[in-house]
Structure formats: C-alpha cells, structure tokens
C-alpha cells in the first residue's frame, strides 16, 4: 500500500517565525490532507489538496502529485499553532486513508 | 466536526471486559471509519465501512468488532482478545460525493 513521510518530526520556533512541513508519498493519490491535532487529540481539517495550492489565513498548502510530495506553509506563527500536523493520503482503488507519523510544532512566545 | 459525534469521552475498562464505543453521525454520509492512536504515533485504521450492513478490515483488526444496522451509527466493540487495548479511538466520515475525511473528538480509552 501507500507509505507516507513526514518531515521534520519535531519543530520548535519562536513567535512570528515561518516554517515548512514536507509530506511525501509513494503513490499516486486522490485524497491528500493536512489536518492539526490539537492538545485535547480533536484532528482538525485544514486542507483538502490531492493537487494545486490553497490558502487559508496564515496556512497554506501545495500539493506536486506529480512529484509525490506536499508541503504546509505556517506563517507568522502563533502559540496557538502548536501541536501535531498530520498528512494523510489515499491512493486510487482504495478506500483507506494512510497517515504519517506527524510534524510536533512547539511555538514558544 | 460538529456532525459527529463519539461517548463516552474517557472509558475505564478492567482487564478481560468487552466494551463497546460510540460513533454517531448526523451529516448523512455513508462511509465510516475506525481509526487507533498510540501516544506519539499516528492513525492506524481498525475497520471501515461504505455502507449500511457491510464493513472491512482495515490494518489492526484482530481482537475489535463493529456492526453497521443504521447509516448514522458505527459502533466498536473492543474485546478481551485485543492485547493492548489502551490508546486514543477516533470515528471518521466521508461522503460518496467527494473524499475528504472528516473525524470526531475521540474517546480515550485506559484498560486497569
């Protein structure tokens, strides 16, 4: 099946710093999402992205299906932000939503 | 998501014990998933299912049931045959219609 990566493990930044998590995966997928798992374990959605580039606010996300890889941009981040960012991706002809092992973001004042 | 709903939020169980966890859903939609943690790891999937009366096995199945009899409920059961039960249990939906997941809060479940 689909493997997925997800770099770096852990992050630590100040305040106002930007930072870039990297997902990749083996396959080709019609599913690709970014979700933030928050301190009491709720995954929140972020984005929905097999392909092309959204933004949200501070967030934003690019997927490269070609080249097998996504990435999340976090600018000017906030304490709020800290957490545990999850990629998940499903390949064609299946039903099951593979996830990474997670980037831990701590962002101190 | 407000739409989905899981009880109880912390479960106790003694060794030995079956217990069952909710997962309820008010969106419509007609799959449904089972998804475990483990302190710092990420999601593996239990069981999943598409439709109303039929479910598959996902990666983790051994020593878990579930039932499908209504489109809005996805019970799983956890049964003395699961080893290493204690970990955090994550109910998910997706429509037919498009293929982002959606997931409830969770229940955390600590066998004594």
């Known amino acids: 099946g689909i493997q997925v990566e997800q770099s770096p493990p852990d992050l630590i930044l100040q305040e106002g710093a930007n930072s870039t998590l990297r997902c990749n995966f083996s396959d080709s997928v019609n599913n690709l999402q970014w979700f933030h798992q928050n301190p009491w374990g709720q995954l929140i959605n972020l984005f929905y992205?097999?392909?092309g580039t959204k933004q949200n606010g501070r967030l934003s996300a690019t997927t490269v299906a070609t080249e097998r890889y996504s990435l999340l941009y976090i600018s000017s981040s906030q304490t709020t932000d800290s957490g545990v960012y999850f990629c998940?991706?499903?390949?064609?002809?299946?039903?099951?939503?593979?996830f990474g092992t997670g980037t831990r973001l701590q962002v101190f004042p | 998501d407000g739409g989905i709903t899981q009880s109880p939020k912390y479960l106790f169980r003694k060794e030995g014990q079956n217990v069952t966890l909710s997962c309820e859903q008010n969106l419509n939609h007609d799959a449904m998933y089972w998804y475990r943690q483990d302190p710092g790891q990420g999601l593996r999937l239990i069981y999943y299912?598409?439709?109303?009366?039929?479910?598959q096995k996902g990666d983790i199945a051994e020593g878990y049931s579930v039932s499908r009899e209504k489109k809005e409920s996805f019970p799983l059961t956890v049964t003395s045959a699961q080893k290493n039960p204690t970990a955090f249990y994550l109910c998910?939906?997706?429509?037919?219609?498009?293929?982002?997941?959606?997931f409830g809060p969770g229940t955390r479940l600590t066998v004594l």
């Open positions: 998910a939906v997706r429509g037919v219609s498009y293929n982002e997941q959606f």
């Open positions: 299912s598409q439709i109303v009366n039929d479910f």
């Open positions: 998940a991706a499903r390949s064609y002809n299946t039903d099951k939503l593979i």
């Open positions: 992205i097999p392909s």
